[in-house]
């Protein structure tokens, strides 16, 4: 099992200046340049403490956004290719689909595997919705976008022949030629499912299926990737191929782990804030699911599977966000393993919301220190049920 | 607007055609709004009165079918300069809507022989002013909910034109048909948003009549907007009707096709 260290490069103290939205549409105003330099620094400290206590490294991006402020992965990975010893090193993701230049990343990709020594591993995905708004890049044929982006990323990332052209539909190249190219023959590429369809083709691919935040549909899609993997590449999938993102905080004892649950939530209150008519632009979800949407009157996430207004309790065993002292985040995250199968990425939203750069740190070495470990040890077989399918 | 399909089918260039025909007389063809069209839009049942109304869904649009290769503005043009053919439509009356306006435009700019008068209602598809300027309102920035009161000088006809918006109380259908509409509108017309670059110059090369006739409320391409359209085809004529938004053609279907007929020169609708 290992361990991901992620945050999203917020700048949290501006969603109470902000009237509305936080992001897309809220004035730069609110984005102090002067505070933002501290952000960025805290954050990026956070993760060269991450290095040092055992954890793996997971950025994002994200544009025009007081929820997210890195707005390039390879970005912050180019300054963490540096500044950090041994963490593997994850992008999730670079937006393709967002992208006009598919050589250009391609390219980052690899100067920070070089530098980094070969640390590097690589999600390709489509983009939040609201993302196109910035990028301008269509909502419609997004997914063919995507496709052809991803098809000649891995083509420029492993050809080793000369240069190469590309004439696609929507990128058009006369000379492909790769310097550096990467110290790993292709990094390890993952993909973001929430489709048990989207599963289905990372198994196929032999990619690592990560998942956010998908709580009770979590257990149908890691065994859609099972299922697919096994049929494809006629042996189990190994459980480093699947991944789940949660909201993860550690404290001493309950009233700390209440504390700290606080500061942290307050992410999930800023998260929605988006401009209706961003949410979901046509083109961006079938129109089976945006017919049916209509249809039901159905509109949005429904609340992660969770009751209204959920309990601490409800978020952890909902597998939306592990909250507790060691020994009781070690039996939530346990158990949540062993509900949807087994994983063996554990990918950690561990700094979000209000929570300061002390209690993060401490957050994060209690696990460290007290968790980690037990979780290796007690995953090292695979979930009680695929054991039981095995035997 | 999208509820009602169209009777007849019709497969020219790797395309169906969901289309209709109706009343006699001069073929006029009617190439509806961003939005869709369906079978008993009001402004065609005034046109068919004195001529005989041609009105397909474009590709991609209620059950036009899109293949593969049909992916632009251009290539829908293309697609209905088939179904002209193909029809063997001739001394055609060109009117177009909104984004139909936009493609009767690319249609009279290529010049056919077929064609013989044009008229453009609320038309996107040119860019006029500065870079810093938008030529059309970014109609992409607006929910379902929101567009009555956008695209109609008045939220309750707007309401009315969109079947109250009341998907849960109408056939599976027509949330399919609303929803395809909306995605090939993306597809169409997402960036440049609602216009096409080369066409402002294009414009020039129109040589029969033309009338541009707008709603005084036009709040997705302004009055303004419309009269740099007309001034730009040679010797278009720009009138205002009052009362009316972007789609005033459903608010005000009497008055557009009073205007129409009578730039058509057959006197008035009955």
């Known amino acids: ?391 | 607007m999208f509820v009602s399909p169209m009777p007849d089918r019709l497969t020219v260039g790797g395309v169906t055609f969901e289309f209709l025909t109706k009343g006699e007389g001069r073929p006029l063809l009617f190439l509806h709004g961003a939005h869709g069209a369906d079978a008993d839009d009001p402004l065609i049942e005034r046109l068919s009165k004195s001529y005989k109304v041609i009105a397909a869904s474009h590709p991609g649009y209620g059950l036009s079918t899109r293949p593969e290769h049909v992916t632009t503005v251009e290539d829908v043009v293309y697609s209905y300069l088939d179904l002209i053919e193909k029809l063997d439509l001739k001394d055609v009356v060109l009117v177009g809507a909104s984004l139909g306006g936009w493609i009767a435009a690319e249609l009279a700019v290529r010049g056919s022989s077929r064609f013989s008068q044009l008229i453009l209602i609320d038309a996107v598809g040119a860019k006029f002013g500065d870079r810093e300027t938008r030529a059309v309102t970014d109609i992409f920035a607006y929910t379902s909910e929101q567009l009555p009161d956008l695209l109609f000088a008045d939220r309750d006809a707007g309401l009315k034109a969109m079947h109250g918006l009341k998907f849960m109380d109408l056939p599976e259908e027509v949330s399919v048909r609303y929803a395809r509409n909306r995605e090939t509108l993306v597809l169409y017309g997402w960036s440049p948003t609602l216009f096409n670059p080369k066409l402002r110059q294009r414009l020039t090369r129109i040589q029969i009549p033309t009338l541009a006739l707008w709603g005084d409320r036009d709040r997705i391409a302004s009055p303004d907007y419309g009269r740099a359209y007309a001034a730009t085809i040679p010797g278009a004529r720009f009138e205002l009707i009052q009362g009316a938004g972007h789609y005033g053609y459903f608010e005000e279907p009497d008055a557009y096709a009073n205007a129409a007929i009578a730039f058509l020169g057959v006197g008035r609708a009955r």
């Open chain 1, 1 to 391: 099992m290992k361990f991901w260290h992620f945050c999203e490069q917020s700048m949290h103290s501006a969603w109470n200046e902000i009237d509305g939205p936080t992001k897309v549409t809220p004035s730069n105003q609110y984005c102090h340049p002067e505070l933002a330099h501290e952000y960025y620094n805290r954050y990026l400290d956070e993760w060269m403490i991450a290095d040092d206590l055992g954890y793996n490294i997971m950025v994002n991006e994200h544009h025009a956004s007081a929820n997210c402020m890195s707005v390039s992965c390879t970005l912050t990975l180019a300054i963490l290719a540096r500044q950090t010893k041994k963490a593997r090193l994850l992008a999730l993701g670079i937006p393709i689909a967002n992208r006009t230049d598919p050589y250009r990343v391609a390219e980052e990709i690899a100067m920070i595997d070089v530098i980094s020594g070969g640390r590097l591993e690589v999600g390709l995905v489509k983009a939040s919705p609201f993302e196109l708004v910035m990028s301008n890049q269509s909502p419609a044929r997004l997914m063919d976008r995507f496709w052809e982006g991803h098809d000649f990323v891995v083509k420029a990332l492993t050809h080793t022949d000369g240069p190469f052209s590309w004439e696609g539909e929507f990128y058009q190249y006369r000379n492909v030629n790769l310097w550096p190219r990467p110290l790993q023959k292709l990094p390890p590429m993952w993909m973001t499912c929430s489709s048990e369809k989207n599963a289905r083709i990372a198994a196929r691919l032999g990619y690592v299926c990560a998942t956010f935040f998908n709580g009770p549909k979590t257990r149908a899609l890691f065994d859609s990737y099972r299922d697919e993997y096994q049929k494809a590449h006629g042996k189990p999938a190994p459980a480093d191929r699947l991944a789940y993102l949660a909201l993860s905080v550690t404290g001493h004892n309950e009233k700390q782990v209440s504390e700290r649950y606080a500061k942290v939530k307050t992410y999930l209150d800023a998260q929605p804030r988006t401009p209706a008519a961003w949410i979901n632009p046509p083109g961006y979800e079938t129109i089976e699911l945006n017919a049916m949407a209509l249809k039901t009157g159905k509109k949005g996430r429904i609340n992660f599977g969770l009751p209204e207004n959920p309990t601490m309790q409800e978020m952890a065993e909902g597998g939306i966000f592990f909250a507790g002292t060691p020994d009781q985040i070690f039996h939530q995250i346990k158990s949540f393993h062993d509900k949807v199968g087994g994983y063996g990425q554990v990918l950690m939203l561990g700094q979000a919301g209000y929570l300061e750069h002390d209690d993060t740190v401490d957050s994060m070495t209690l696990f460290a220190n007290e968790v980690a470990p037990r979780l290796r040890e007690a995953t090292k077989d695979g979930a009680p049920m695929s054991k039981a399918a095995a035997a």
